[in-house]
C-alpha cells in the first residue's frame, strides 16, 4: 500500500469515527432532553423557550444606534450623520456595509459556541431573529443571502454549517433567497483563533471562489453574506472579494456578534 492510499484510509476513519462521536452526541442529548428540563446554554438554570433565559437575555448587548454606517460599529456617543468609524476611513473592507445584533461579550460568545460546536442548533431561530432585525436595512434591498462556507471536510466532520443554519432562518423572516451553492472554500484554512490580523488575512487569502457554474447569478447582484462573528474582518472580506470579482452589484455583511475594542 502506498503513501497517498495510507493517508486516504486513515483520514477515511478518522471522518467515520468523528461522525460515529456526532451521531452518539445527538442521541444522548436527545435523551437528556427528554428526561430533564431545557437549561439556559449561559447559566445552566431551567428555562422556557430557546436555550437563554430572561436574566441572561438581559445581559446580552445589543448594537442599537448611533453606530458607523459603514461598519457597524457602535458609537459612545451620536458624532452625527454618516460618520465613519476610524476603522472604516483607516481600513475599508471589500464589503459595502456589516451590522451585527450584538456585542461578542460572555453571553454572545457561548451562544455562539454552542452553536457551532455542541450541535445546538435549537438557538438558532432566535439568534436569526435577532439579526433579521439588525439587518432590516440590508435585507431590504438584498436579491440574495450567500453563508460563509466550510471547507468541504469541515463541513463534512461538523455536519452542518453554523452561518447556514442562521441563513435559513433569516430566509424565513426576509424573504431573500439562501443561496449556500453559490460561493466555495476551495483551500482548507486553519482556525483564525489566536492569529494576528495580518494572519488572518494570510490564512483567508485565495480560499474562497465563486462556483463555476453560479456566475451569472451573481452578475449585478445584491448579495448579503451571513456569518455568526465579526472579529477581524477577514474571512467576510475575502468572501466579499470573490463575490466582487464575480461581477456582485455589492456586498453586504450580517452577523450574529462583533468584536467591539473598548476605548
Not at 103 to 114: G, P
Not at 218 to 238: F, N
Amino acid at each position: 500500500m502506498n503513501a497517498e492510499a495510507s493517508r486516504a484510509i486513515s483520514s477515511y476513519l478518522r471522518g467515520a469515527l468523528g461522525t460515529g462521536r456526532h451521531v452518539l452526541a445527538r442521541a444522548a442529548r436527545l435523551a437528556l432532553d427528554i428526561a430533564l428540563p431545557t437549561l439556559c446554554v449561559s447559566c445552566r438554570e431551567p428555562v422556557d423557550g430557546e436555550g437563554v433565559c430572561a436574566a441572561c437575555w438581559a445581559r446580552l448587548s445589543f448594537i442599537e444606534r448611533p453606530y458607523c454606517p459603514r461598519l457597524g460599529i457602535p458609537f459612545v456617543y451620536d458624532p452625527g450623520p454618516d460618520t465613519l468609524s476610524m476603522e472604516a476611513i483607516a481600513s475599508p473592507p471589500a464589503y459595502q456595509r456589516a451590522r451585527a445584533a450584538v456585542r461578542y461579550d460572555d453571553v454572545a460568545r457561548t451562544l455562539v459556541h454552542a452553536l457551532k460546536y455542541q450541535d445546538r442548533t435549537d438557538l438558532a431561530p432566535a439568534m436569526g431573529r435577532w439579526m433579521a432585525r439588525a439587518g432590516g436595512e440590508l435585507l431590504a434591498g438584498a436579491d440574495m443571502l450567500i453563508p460563509v462556507p466550510l471547507h468541504w471536510r469541515r463541513a463534512w466532520r461538523r455536519r452542518y454549517n453554523q452561518s447556514g443554519a442562521l441563513a435559513r432562518i433569516i430566509e424565513r423572516q426576509s424573504g431573500v433567497k439562501v443561496r449556500g451553492e453559490v460561493l466555495r472554500r476551495v483551500r482548507a484554512t486553519e482556525q483564525q483563533i489566536g492569529l494576528s490580523r495580518a494572519q488572518r488575512a494570510t490564512n483567508v487569502q485565495g480560499a474562497f471562489q465563486v462556483s463555476p457554474d453560479r456566475q451569472t447569478e451573481v452578475q449585478g447582484r445584491r448579495i448579503v453574506l451571513i456569518d455568526d462573528v465579526l472579529t477581524s474582518g477577514a474571512t467576510l472580506d475575502a468572501c466579499a472579494r470573490a463575490l466582487l470579482r464575480a461581477k456582485a452589484a455589492q456586498v453586504d455583511v450580517l452577523v450574529f456578534a462583533r468584536v467591539v475594542e473598548v476605548r
